[in-house]
């Protein structure tokens, strides 16, 4: 597993790893994209407001392109992952239960809200794989350009609770 809070005590350096384990990391990566896809699809469901509906069904749709990249490459180190759909562990879980508390509020800020700490907990988990690039480099390129989406739309919520204060 990518170095996290979520290993679960296996905390490992950034010694070489094993094709499994560097398949379940994509596949941890997966799962994220896949809740954030989720996510941004029912709050798509959950707001009012034409222009967020838009914006998180635009967001929704990065994570299905996402979601296809992690597989191709996964696919090349030997292993389906067609199944994987959500199901992070630990902490990104109590994460994505805050999300869906929120939606159900039908508040947009509350959503947005909920949506920086789900997109928040996505970026550490991709930093967790870019830091072991040792383990990933036959996919950094990828996981840091879906980082920088991530954090381009983290940005762009960001500005939206700005501008809710207003």
């Known amino acids: 597993m990518c170095k996290t809070t979520a290993t679960y005590?296996?905390?490992?350096?950034?010694?070489l790893k094993s094709k499994a384990e560097v398949t379940n990391d994509l596949k941890i990566i997966?799962?994220?994209?896949n809740d954030g896809k989720e996510g941004y699809l029912s709050a798509s469901e959950a707001t009012e407001n034409p222009e967020l509906k838009a914006l998180f069904k635009r967001y929704s749709g990065e994570r299905i392109v996402y979601a296809a990249e992690l597989n191709e490459h996964i696919a090349l180190h030997g292993t389906d992952a067609e199944n994987v759909s959500g199901g992070i562990p630990g902490g990104l879980y109590r994460t994505w239960l805050t999300i869906k508390q929120?939606?159900?509020s039908n508040e947009d800020k509350a959503i947005l809200n909920a949506i920086?700490?789900?997109e928040r907990a996505a970026i550490e988990q991709y930093d967790?794989?870019?830091d072991?690039?040792?383990d990933h480099a036959d996919h950094?390129?990828?996981?840091?350009?879906?980082?920088?989406?991530?954090?381009?739309?983290?940005?762009d919520i960001e500005s939206r609770?700005?501008?809710q204060h207003n």
């Open 9 to 15: 005590g296996n905390d490992q350096s950034s010694s």
């Open 30 to 33: 997966l799962a994220v994209v």
């Open 102 to 104: 929120a939606l159900s």
């Open 116 to 118: 920086t700490t789900g």
């Open 128 to 130: 967790a794989c870019i």
């Open 132 to 134: 072991n690039y040792a």
């Open 140 to 155: 950094l390129q990828l996981l840091a350009e879906q980082r920088a989406g991530i954090s381009a739309a983290l940005s």
């Open 161 to 163: 609770i700005v501008q």
